[in-house]
C-alpha cells in the first residue's frame, strides 16, 4: 500500500498578551476543521499550533501584573490551550516559543545568518510601534500611523542588529509571480505586493536592547532576538529543524508547510519576512499561506461594560461545543470579515441546526420506531423522487471537496446542510405519514425511510470534520441495521430572551445614571461664517475600531477611528461619559481635516463631534441609520 499523502499545516501561534476571544478561537476551529477534511481525504495530517511568548508588550503586561514574565505567559499559555481542547481542535503539536528546544534554534539560526552576511549590526533610528513590536521608516507609515494596526508610532534610536531583506526581495517577488497559490486569498497577495515588495523592501530591524523579555543573542546577550524573527521559526522548530543539518526525520518529511493558516492583519510578517529567512537558511517555502478575515464582535455595539463581549467558554456553557463551530466555520465569508453576536447565534441553532438538521434525524428515528421497531431495509419500491435523493446526495462529496481545495469552508458547509435540506424535502415528497396509512404501501415506507436514514448517514460523515461530536451522535442514534429507541435531541431551540438574561448574569451591563436634561439651551451666537468658510470644513462618518486611556489624563481618550481606508488618531476629553470599551465600535461625525495637534502630548488628527448639555454633559453625534465609514456629512 502506497505512503499516505503528507499534509503539514500551522495556525498563527497566539500571543500571549490575554485571553483569548472568540475572533482569536475562530483560527482554531478553522485550523482543525481543515485538518480532519484532509484526514478523512486520506492524508497523514500534522497539525501544529501553540504561543508566541516573547516580547516588550508582555514584558510590559508582566510587570503590570506584579509577576515574572515567564509567570504571566505561562498562565495565559494554559488558557490559550485550554480554549483549544474546549473547541475539540485536533492538534498534533502545541509549541510555545518558550520551550526550550526552540529557544535554542532560534539562537543558531540568528547566528548561521549573522555568519554568513545576512544580518549585520548598526543603528536604528525610526518609527516604531509598541504593540506590533515593528520598526517602520517614514514612507512605510500610513497618515503618519503604524501601517499594521493604525496606532501612533514613536521615534526610537538603539543599537540593533538588521537583517538585509533587499538581498532577496526579487526573488520573492520572482516566486510570488510564478505561484499564484502561494498568497490567498488574491486580495492579500495584491496588497502586499503593491504596498510592500514594488516601492522597495528596507533592511529588517532583528533584535533590540530595550527590554529584556526575549531570546538572547548567544553571542552579544544585550540584544534579544526581535519578535518576529522569534515567532515564524516555530513552523521549522516545531517539527524538528536543527540548523546545524541535524533535523528530524519529521522535519524531512513534513516541510515545507503545505498550507499556513492566519489572520490577515499579520499576513506581511508571513508573506514577506517568513519566506525570505527562509530563503537566507536555503529551505523550500511553504506551498501556500491564507490569510483569513476577522470575525468580528457584534454590530459595533459590543462593550466589556455593557457586558457583550464574546468568548468561545461562555459561547459553549450556552450552546455547546459543535454549535459554536458550526457558527463560526458557516458565517465567516471567504474574504470579507464575519460578524457574530448572542441573537445571530440563536438564531442560526434555531433554524439551522435545531430545525434543519436535529429535527431530521430525530423525526426519522421516531418514524422508524413507530412504524417497524426500528428496523428498515430497502424494499426495492422505489419511485422518480428515490433517485433524485440519491442523486443529490451522491454528487455533494465533491461539491463539498471543491470547495475545501479552494479553502471555502462556509461554502463546504452550505453544501452539506443543502442535502440536509434536501432529505426534509424528500420527507415532505412522500410523506411517510400518510403511506402509514395505507398497509399496500407498507414496503413503499420501508423503502423512503431506509433511503432517510442512508441519506442522513452519508451527511453525518461529511458534517463530521466541521461538527465531530455531532456526526458521532448521529451515527450512534441510527445505529447499524436498528436506530435507537431513545433518540437523543441533536440541537435545543433556545429562547432569546432566556439567552440574554444567562449573557447579563455573565457580564452584568453597567448601569449610568440616568440624565434629565434640559428641554433647549440658549448659547451665545458666535460670529457668522459664509459658505465658503464652511466648505473648507471635512466632515465624514468614522468607526472607532480601537480606543485607549491617555495615561495622566483625567479626561482623554485616544480612539483609533476608520475613515474609508485610512485610519486616524483623535484625542477627546470625553472620558466622563464614555469608557474606552465602549467606544469600540460606535460610528461617529468626525472633522477629519482638523490642523493636528497634540493633547496632553499625544497627537491627535482630528475632531469627534459632540453635542453638550447645560450641565457639561457630552454626547458623541452619530449618524441616524447605518453608514459606512467615510461615508460625506454634507
Same mark, same amino acid.
Given at each position: 500500500?502506497?505512503?499516505?499523502?503528507?499534509?503539514?499545516?500551522?495556525?498563527?501561534?497566539?500571543?500571549?498578551?490575554?485571553?483569548?476571544?472568540?475572533?482569536?478561537?475562530?483560527?482554531?476551529?478553522?485550523?482543525?476543521?481543515?485538518?480532519?477534511?484532509?484526514?478523512?481525504?486520506?492524508?497523514?495530517?500534522?497539525?501544529?499550533?501553540? /504561543?508566541?511568548?516573547?516580547?516588550?508588550?508582555?514584558?510590559?503586561?508582566?510587570?503590570?501584573?506584579?509577576?515574572?514574565?515567564?509567570?504571566?505567559?505561562?498562565?495565559?499559555?494554559?488558557?490559550?490551550?485550554?480554549?483549544?481542547?474546549?473547541?475539540?481542535?485536533?492538534?498534533?503539536?502545541?509549541?510555545?516559543?518558550?520551550?526550550?528546544?526552540?529557544?535554542?534554534?532560534?539562537?543558531?539560526?540568528?547566528?548561521?545568518?549573522?555568519?554568513?552576511?545576512?544580518?549585520?549590526?548598526?543603528?536604528?533610528?525610526?518609527?516604531?510601534?509598541? +504593540?506590533?513590536?515593528?520598526?517602520?521608516?517614514?514612507?512605510?507609515?500610513?497618515?503618519?500611523?503604524?501601517?499594521?494596526?493604525?496606532?501612533?508610532?514613536?521615534?526610537?534610536?538603539?543599537?540593533?542588529?538588521?537583517?538585509?531583506?533587499?538581498?532577496?526581495?526579487?526573488?520573492?517577488?520572482?516566486?510570488?509571480? /510564478?505561484?499564484?497559490?502561494?498568497?490567498?486569498?488574491?486580495?492579500?497577495?495584491?496588497?502586499?505586493?503593491?504596498?510592500?515588495?514594488?516601492? !522597495?523592501?528596507?533592511?529588517?530591524?532583528?533584535?533590540?536592547?530595550?527590554?529584556?523579555?526575549?531570546?538572547?543573542?548567544?553571542?552579544? +546577550?544585550?540584544?534579544?532576538?526581535?519578535?518576529?524573527?522569534?515567532?515564524?521559526?516555530?513552523?521549522?522548530?516545531?517539527?524538528?529543524?536543527?540548523?546545524?543539518?541535524?533535523?528530524?526525520?519529521?522535519?524531512?518529511?513534513?516541510? +515545507?508547510?503545505?498550507?499556513?493558516?492566519?489572520?490577515?492583519?499579520?499576513?506581511?510578517?508571513?508573506?514577506?519576512?517568513?519566506?525570505?529567512?527562509?530563503?537566507?537558511?536555503?529551505?523550500?517555502?511553504?506551498?501556500?499561506?491564507?490569510?483569513?478575515?476577522?470575525?468580528?464582535?457584534?454590530?459595533?455595539?459590543?462593550?466589556?461594560?455593557?457586558?457583550?463581549?464574546?468568548?468561545?467558554?461562555?459561547?459553549?456553557?450556552?450552546?455547546?461545543?459543535?454549535?459554536?463551530?458550526?457558527?463560526?466555520?458557516?458565517?465567516?465569508?471567504?474574504?470579507?470579515?464575519?460578524?457574530?453576536?448572542?441573537?445571530?447565534?440563536?438564531?442560526?441553532?434555531?433554524?439551522?441546526?435545531?430545525?434543519?438538521?436535529?429535527?431530521?434525524?430525530?423525526?426519522?428515528?421516531?418514524?422508524?420506531?413507530?412504524?417497524?421497531?426500528?428496523?428498515?431495509?430497502?424494499?426495492?419500491?422505489?419511485?422518480?423522487?428515490?433517485?433524485?435523493?440519491?442523486?443529490?446526495?451522491?454528487?455533494?462529496?465533491?461539491?463539498?471537496?471543491?470547495?475545501?481545495?479552494?479553502?471555502?469552508?462556509?461554502?463546504?458547509?452550505?453544501?452539506?446542510?443543502?442535502?440536509?435540506?434536501?432529505?426534509?424535502?424528500?420527507?415532505?415528497?412522500?410523506?411517510?405519514?400518510?403511506?402509514?396509512?395505507?398497509?399496500?404501501?407498507?414496503?413503499?415506507?420501508?423503502?423512503?425511510?431506509?433511503?432517510?436514514?442512508?441519506?442522513?448517514?452519508? !451527511?453525518?460523515?461529511?458534517?463530521?470534520?466541521?461538527?465531530?461530536?455531532?456526526?458521532?451522535?448521529?451515527?450512534?442514534?441510527?445505529?447499524?441495521?436498528?436506530?435507537?429507541?431513545?433518540?437523543?435531541?441533536?440541537?435545543?431551540?433556545?429562547?432569546?430572551?432566556?439567552?440574554?438574561?444567562?449573557?447579563?448574569?455573565?457580564?452584568?451591563?453597567?448601569?449610568?445614571?440616568?440624565?434629565?436634561?434640559?428641554?433647549?439651551?440658549?448659547?451665545?451666537?458666535?460670529?457668522?461664517?459664509?459658505?465658503?468658510?464652511?466648505?473648507?470644513?471635512?466632515?465624514?462618518?468614522?468607526?472607532?475600531?480601537?480606543?485607549?486611556?491617555?495615561?495622566?489624563?483625567?479626561?482623554?481618550?485616544?480612539?483609533?477611528?476608520?475613515?474609508?481606508?485610512?485610519?486616524?488618531?483623535?484625542?477627546?476629553?470625553?472620558?466622563?461619559?464614555?469608557?474606552?470599551?465602549?467606544?469600540?465600535?460606535?460610528?461617529?461625525?468626525?472633522?477629519?481635516?482638523?490642523?493636528?495637534?497634540?493633547?496632553?502630548?499625544?497627537?491627535?488628527?482630528?475632531?469627534?463631534?459632540?453635542?453638550?448639555?447645560?450641565? !457639561?454633559?457630552?454626547?458623541?453625534?452619530?449618524?441616524?441609520?447605518?453608514? +459606512?465609514? !467615510?461615508?460625506?456629512?454634507?
Amino acid at each position: 500500500m502506497a505512503d499516505k499523502k503528507k499534509f503539514y499545516m500551522t495556525t498563527a501561534i497566539a500571543y500571549t498578551s490575554g485571553k483569548p476571544h472568540i475572533g482569536n478561537t475562530y483560527e482554531f476551529v478553522l485550523a482543525d476543521a481543515i485538518a480532519r477534511y484532509k484526514r478523512s481525504q486520506g492524508y497523514d495530517v500534522f497539525f501544529q499550533t501553540g /504561543t508566541d511568548e516573547h516580547g516588550q508588550k508582555i514584558e510590559l503586561k508582566a510587570e503590570e501584573a506584579g509577576v515574572s514574565p515567564k509567570e504571566f505567559v505561562d498562565g495565559v499559555a494554559a488558557q490559550v490551550k485550554e480554549i483549544a481542547d474546549l473547541m475539540n481542535t485536533s492538534y498534533d503539536k502545541f509549541i510555545r516559543t518558550t520551550d526550550d528546544y526552540h529557544e535554542k534554534q532560534v539562537q543558531k539560526i540568528f547566528k548561521k545568518l549573522y555568519d554568513q552576511g545576512d544580518i549585520y549590526k548598526g543603528h536604528y533610528e525610526g518609527m516604531y510601534c509598541t +504593540p506590533c513590536e515593528s520598526f517602520f521608516t517614514e514612507s512605510q507609515l500610513v497618515d503618519g500611523k503604524c501601517p499594521d494596526c493604525g496606532r501612533e508610532v514613536q521615534p526610537a534610536k538603539e543599537e540593533a542588529y538588521f537583517f538585509k531583506m533587499s538581498k532577496y526581495a526579487d526573488r520573492l517577488i520572482e516566486h510570488i509571480n /510564478t505561484h499564484p497559490e502561494f498568497i490567498q486569498p488574491v486580495s492579500r497577495k495584491n496588497e502586499m505586493m503593491n504596498n510592500f515588495l514594488l516601492p !522597495g523592501l528596507q533592511d529588517l530591524c532583528v533584535s533590540r536592547t530595550s527590554f529584556k523579555w526575549g531570546i538572547p543573542v548567544d553571542f552579544d +546577550p544585550k540584544h534579544v532576538v526581535y519578535v518576529w524573527l522569534d515567532a515564524l521559526t516555530n513552523y521549522i522548530t516545531g517539527i524538528g529543524y536543527d540548523c546545524d543539518g541535524d533535523s528530524t526525520d519529521q522535519f524531512k518529511k513534513d516541510w +515545507p508547510a503545505d498550507l499556513h493558516l492566519i489572520g490577515k492583519d499579520i499576513i506581511r510578517f508571513h508573506t514577506i519576512y517568513w519566506p525570505i529567512f527562509l530563503m537566507a537558511l536555503d529551505l523550500p517555502l511553504p506551498k501556500q499561506i491564507f490569510g483569513h478575515p476577522w470575525l468580528l464582535q457584534g454590530d459595533g455595539k459590543m462593550s466589556k461594560s455593557k457586558g457583550n463581549v464574546i468568548y468561545a467558554d461562555e459561547l459553549v456553557s450556552l450552546f455547546g461545543v459543535d454549535a459554536v463551530r458550526y457558527f463560526v466555520l458557516h458565517e465567516m465569508p471567504f474574504e470579507n470579515d464575519g460578524v457574530i453576536t448572542w441573537e445571530l447565534m440563536v438564531e442560526r441553532l434555531n433554524s439551522d441546526l435545531a430545525n434543519t438538521l436535529g429535527n431530521l434525524v430525530n423525526r426519522t428515528i421516531s418514524m422508524t420506531n413507530k412504524y417497524f421497531g426500528g428496523v428498515v431495509t430497502d424494499k426495492g419500491v422505489a419511485e422518480e423522487v428515490d433517485a433524485d435523493l440519491k442523486a443529490f446526495v451522491e454528487k455533494t462529496p465533491a461539491l463539498v471537496e471543491e470547495k475545501m481545495d479552494k479553502l471555502r469552508v462556509a461554502d463546504a458547509m452550505t453544501e452539506i446542510f443543502n442535502l440536509f435540506k434536501r432529505c426534509n424535502k424528500y420527507i415532505d415528497e412522500t410523506m411517510p405519514w400518510a403511506l402509514a396509512k395505507e398497509e399496500d404501501k407498507k414496503d413503499r415506507l420501508e423503502t423512503v425511510l431506509y433511503n432517510l436514514i442512508e441519506s442522513i448517514k452519508k !451527511g453525518a460523515e461529511a458534517i463530521a470534520p466541521f461538527m465531530p461530536e455531532t456526526a458521532e451522535k448521529i451515527f450512534a442514534q441510527l445505529g447499524d441495521g436498528k436506530v435507537t429507541e431513545t433518540p437523543e435531541i441533536l440541537f435545543q431551540r433556545l429562547d432569546l430572551e432566556e439567552v440574554m438574561k444567562k449573557v447579563e448574569e455573565l457580564h452584568p451591563p453597567v448601569v449610568e445614571e440616568e440624565v434629565v436634561e434640559e428641554d433647549v439651551i440658549d448659547i451665545e451666537p458666535k460670529e457668522e461664517i459664509t459658505f465658503e468658510d464652511f466648505g473648507k470644513m471635512q466632515f465624514q462618518v468614522g468607526e472607532i475600531i480601537a480606543c485607549e486611556e491617555v495615561k495622566k489624563s483625567k479626561k482623554l481618550l485616544c480612539s483609533q477611528v476608520k475613515i474609508g481606508n485610512q485610519v486616524k488618531q483623535i484625542v477627546s476629553g470625553i472620558k466622563a461619559q464614555y469608557s474606552a470599551e465602549e467606544m469600540v465600535g460606535k460610528k461617529v461625525m468626525v472633522l477629519v481635516n482638523l490642523k493636528p495637534a497634540k493633547l496632553a502630548g499625544v497627537l491627535s488628527e482630528g475632531m469627534l463631534l459632540c453635542a453638550e448639555d447645560a450641565e !457639561g454633559n457630552l454626547a458623541l453625534m452619530t449618524p441616524e441609520k447605518n453608514m +459606512p465609514a !467615510g461615508a460625506e456629512i454634507c
